[in-house]
Nanobody, 116 residues
Framework: QVQLVESGGGLVQPGGSLRLSCAASGFTFSSYAMSWYRQAPGKERALVATIFSVYSTTTYVDSVKGRFTISRDNAKDTVYLQMNSLKPEDTAVYYC?????????WGQGTQVTVSS
């Protein structure tokens, strides 16, 4: 049974940091591209960052470049999203995604709220 379990969300002040984790099970983690998406209230779910299985190549949406870092630990079947210099517009539910060809799995999401 495939599972993606996110953790690490919460309430943080503007300029603060959070690290999200996504623990995977039920599939060959190391061979999947792993991504973080987010969905703000009233908006569609949008891609934030991806780390590929080959060479751990990473890509980011422009709005988080230089602030967020995606990484993976294939020994722990876990992907991370380090978020620094957080802004109120980063407030959203953050979702972990695993993808390999037509196979596409989602976690349940974790809430990140950036507010003073």
């Amino acid at each position: 049974q495939v599972q993606l379990v996110e953790s690490g969300g919460g309430l943080v002040q503007p300029g603060g940091s959070l690290r999200l984790s996504c623990a995977a099970s039920g599939f060959t983690f190391s061979s999947y591209a792993m991504s973080w998406y987010r969905q703000a209230p009233g908006k569609e779910r949008a891609l934030v960052a991806t780390i590929f299985s080959v060479y751990s190549t990473t890509t980011y949406v422009d709005s988080v470049k230089g602030r967020f870092t995606i990484s993976r630990d294939n020994a722990k079947d876990t992907v991370y999203l380090q978020m620094n210099s957080l802004k109120p517009e980063d407030t959203a539910v953050y979702y972990c995604n695993a993808r390999q060809g037509v196979k596409n799995y989602w976690g349940q999401g974790t809430q990140v709220t950036v507010s003073s």
